[in-house]
């Protein structure tokens, strides 16, 4: 199993940009495809982004298509997930989370098996 800590996370305006960063450890991170969601308050967990074991396909919920981008460093155990053109509707508290699924971009909660324990993003007007 691999543990998950985000980073990153902050207060800002509309329009300003954050970069979040979860770090893994435990077993190899490459193994693992990754996945951010956000939980708004009083709103169900909802996919954002995710990134395959290589990262080289990734999967983004269209309502931040354009806007936020996931990456990851296998050689740091590090996956990222940069966001910019923030809106009031971003905030939410953003968490990671991993994957053993192979050969395809995982894209909902049940796919994923190891969570970090979030993050907090808060958007402005």
């Known amino acids: 199993q691999v543990h998950l800590v985000e980073s990153g996370g902050g207060l800002v305006q509309t329009g300003d940009s954050l970069r979040l960063s979860c770090l893994a450890s435990g077993r190899s991170f490459s193994d693992y495809a990754m996945g951010w969601f956000r939980q708004a308050p009083g709103k169900d967990r909802e996919f954002v982004a995710s990134i395959t074991q290589s990262g080289g396909s990734t999967h983004y919920t269209i309502s931040v298509k354009g806007r936020f981008t996931i990456s990851r460093d296998n050689a740091k155990n590090t996956v990222y997930l940069s966001m910019t053109a923030l809106k009031p509707e971003d905030t939410a508290v953003y968490y990671c989370?991993?994957?053993?699924?192979?050969?395809?971009?995982?894209?909902?909660?049940?796919?994923?098996?190891?969570w970090g324990r979030g993050t907090q993003v808060s958007v402005s007007s």
């Open positions: 989370a991993a994957s053993i699924l192979q050969s395809t971009v995982p894209s909902v909660a049940a796919d994923f098996r190891s």
